[in-house]
């Protein structure tokens, strides 16, 4: 026995008439879809195949309210969230052949995050890739011709705001080449990482502070 | 049983029941037989002798036994729950169980505020963090000016430190992550849910009646 609510439901997605027929947004607000809706915890960020799935761009980050932001607006880190970016404290090094640091690759920005999206959307897909959107997030995929293979790599790109003029830009390989993968961060990054004039006052005004601290960090 | 004569117990001196680890963690008994499968191969890489010294974890992480930093060293801290300087089979599943995706989120919680808490004064304080994000920028090859990480500390710790006085406690921190779920997503490992089809070949060397399992 179907309920009324799934029937209601269910007859507003299959409307023929595209103008009538129920949004995405209409459905997640729909008082079934909320009562029986699980948001994804952190454990189904992670994908196991190159398959391209809605899943891979979904993350932990889109169902925690913590984040204030608009439809197209980063993710809002404070220290630790960045911290916890580190490739040091990720121990699936324990379970996959290679390195978290051959996976997974940022750089900063001071580009407003449409503005990134954008042209990495743009640089990507002149290289050949193909791009799919959600939530503010990209992922690329670049398909070999040969159809033995599946996708021969697969990147999931995301902005996340450290400060309304400075972001952080993570390019994470889900499946695929390492080399193509590095060709690729190598060519965004150069094209949108930190401007020049951030780097120079750096250079004044911190950069010799971050070296001297760095020194300071303990080796055991 | 009768087939396989077991050599576990002479070569590995941390190394416990099955049944029993199963029992106190979140793992099958196959589960924690295939963990062992992993600990073996990591704890004979450098040295073959049952237990995993800071080199092999760093080889098991980094594929690179010479890798060192703040993180790993916290990370090996942790997991030599006895601090006897090396990690052993029970101390190795019980670490892993708090990263197991049914692991309670209080063992998370804990776990990761200890982390943090690198000198373990109970405490995470300014410095700790401002030391912690400098790793990470030089590990990323990022560049922020010492203004900008002054800022990012600042903004957390108007969040996080709830009486202000420049370091975060225990239920400051539990609070923080309560607000911030987000936090946790490094304390789970969702290999581990998979893990026995990831070493499957405990199969042959189980030591426990199949009806057990």
Same mark, same amino acid.
């Given at each position: 026995?179907?309920?009324?609510?799934?029937?209601?439901?269910?007859?507003?997605?299959?409307?023929?008439?595209?103008?009538?027929?129920?949004?995405?947004?209409?459905?997640?607000?729909?008082?079934?879809?909320?009562?029986?809706?699980?948001?994804?915890?952190?454990?189904?960020?992670?994908?196991?195949?190159?398959?391209?799935?809605?899943?891979?761009?979904?993350?932990?980050?889109?169902?925690?309210?913590?984040?204030?932001?608009?439809?197209?607006?980063?993710?809002?880190?404070?220290?630790?969230?960045?911290?916890?970016?580190?490739?040091?404290?990720?121990?699936?090094?324990?379970?996959?052949?290679?390195?978290?640091?051959?996976?997974?690759?940022?750089?900063?920005?001071?580009?407003?995050?449409?503005?990134?999206?954008?042209?990495?959307?743009?640089?990507?897909?002149?290289?050949?890739?193909?791009?799919?959107?959600?939530?503010?997030?990209?992922?690329?995929?670049?398909?070999?011709?040969?159809?033995?293979?599946?996708?021969?790599?697969?990147?999931?790109?995301?902005?996340?705001?450290?400060?309304?003029?400075?972001?952080?830009?993570?390019?994470?390989?889900?499946?695929?080449?390492?080399?193509?993968?590095?060709?690729?961060?190598?060519?965004?990054?150069?094209?949108?990482?930190?401007?020049?004039?951030?780097?120079?006052?750096?250079?004044?005004?911190?950069?010799?502070?971050?070296?001297?601290?760095?020194?300071?960090?303990?080796?055991? | 049983?009768?087939?396989?004569?077991?050599?576990?117990?002479?070569?590995?001196?941390?190394?416990?029941?099955?049944?029993?680890?199963?029992?106190?963690?979140?793992?099958?008994?196959?589960?924690?037989?295939?963990?062992?499968?992993?600990?073996?191969?990591?704890?004979?890489?450098?040295?073959?002798?049952?237990?995993?010294?800071?080199?092999?974890?760093?080889?098991?992480?980094?594929?690179?036994?010479?890798?060192?930093?703040?993180?790993?060293?916290?990370?090996?801290?942790?997991?030599?729950?006895?601090?006897?300087?090396?990690?052993?089979?029970?101390?190795?599943?019980?670490?892993?169980?708090?990263?197991?995706?049914?692991?309670?989120? *209080?063992?998370?919680?804990?776990?990761? +505020?200890?982390?943090? $808490?690198? @000198?373990?004064? &109970?405490? !995470?304080?300014?410095? %700790?963090?401002?030391?912690?994000?400098?790793?990470?920028?030089?590990?990323?090859?990022?560049?922020?000016?010492?203004?900008?990480? *002054?800022?990012?500390?600042?903004?957390? +710790?108007?969040?996080? $430190?709830? @009486?202000?006085? &420049?370091? !975060?406690?225990?239920? %400051?921190?539990?609070?923080?992550?309560?607000?911030?779920?987000?936090?946790?997503?490094?304390?789970?490992?969702?290999?581990?849910?998979?893990?026995?089809?990831?070493?499957?070949?405990?199969?042959?060397?189980?030591?426990?009646?199949?009806?057990?399992?």
């Amino acid at each position: 026995m179907v309920s009324p609510g799934t029937k209601n439901l269910i007859k507003r997605i299959l409307d023929p008439n595209p103008c009538t027929r129920i949004s995405m947004d209409g459905i997640k607000n729909h008082d079934w879809f909320k009562q029986a809706y699980t948001p994804l915890g952190p454990d189904e960020e992670e994908e196991e195949d190159c398959a391209c799935t809605e899943d891979e761009l979904s993350s932990v980050h889109d169902t925690t309210p913590e984040a204030e932001r608009g439809p197209d607006s980063p993710y809002l880190i404070n220290a630790f969230q960045l911290i916890g970016m580190s490739s040091c404290l990720d121990l699936s090094g324990f379970f996959e052949n290679e390195v978290v640091s051959e996976r997974k690759i940022m750089f900063t920005s001071n580009h407003c995050p449409k503005e990134l999206l954008e042209r990495i959307e743009r640089t990507v897909t002149e290289m050949g890739f193909r791009v799919q959107k959600k939530n503010g997030k990209l992922k690329v995929t670049l398909e070999l011709k040969d159809q033995k293979a599946p996708a021969s790599l697969s990147v999931a790109a995301q902005v996340y705001e450290i400060s309304p003029a400075f972001y952080v830009v993570e390019l994470r390989k889900t499946c695929g080449d390492a080399t193509v993968y590095r060709q690729l961060c190598a060519k965004l990054s150069n094209e949108l990482g930190v401007s020049e004039s951030q780097v120079q006052s750096g250079i004044q005004t911190g950069d010799t502070k971050i070296q001297q601290a760095a020194v300071v960090v303990p080796h055991d | 049983m009768g087939c396989f004569h077991s050599k576990t117990r002479k070569q590995f001196p941390g190394h416990e029941d099955p049944v029993l680890l199963a029992s106190q963690t979140a793992f099958s008994v196959s589960e924690v037989e295939a963990l062992f499968e992993l600990f073996k191969s990591i704890s004979s890489s450098v040295i073959d002798d049952g237990l995993i010294n800071k080199e092999e974890l760093q080889l098991a992480l980094f594929k690179n036994r010479k890798k060192e930093n703040l993180f790993a060293n916290r990370i090996f801290d942790l997991f030599d729950v006895k601090q006897k300087g090396v990690i052993d089979f029970g101390d190795f599943v019980r670490s892993l169980n708090v990263f197991h995706p049914n692991a309670p989120q *209080e063992d998370k919680i804990n776990f990761s +505020f200890k982390l943090y $808490d690198m @000198d373990g004064t &109970g405490y !995470i304080e300014r410095q %700790e963090v401002k030391q912690m994000l400098i790793a990470l920028l030089c590990e990323s090859e990022m560049k922020l000016a010492d203004e900008t990480i *002054e800022m990012i500390l600042d903004k957390t +710790f108007v969040e996080a $430190d709830i @009486d202000q006085d &420049g370091k !975060i406690d225990k239920s %400051e921190w539990h609070n923080f992550v309560v607000r911030n779920p987000s936090l946790l997503k490094i304390m789970t490992l969702p290999y581990l849910r998979d893990i026995t089809t990831t070493f499957p070949s405990f199969v042959f060397n189980s030591e426990v009646d199949e009806v057990a399992t």
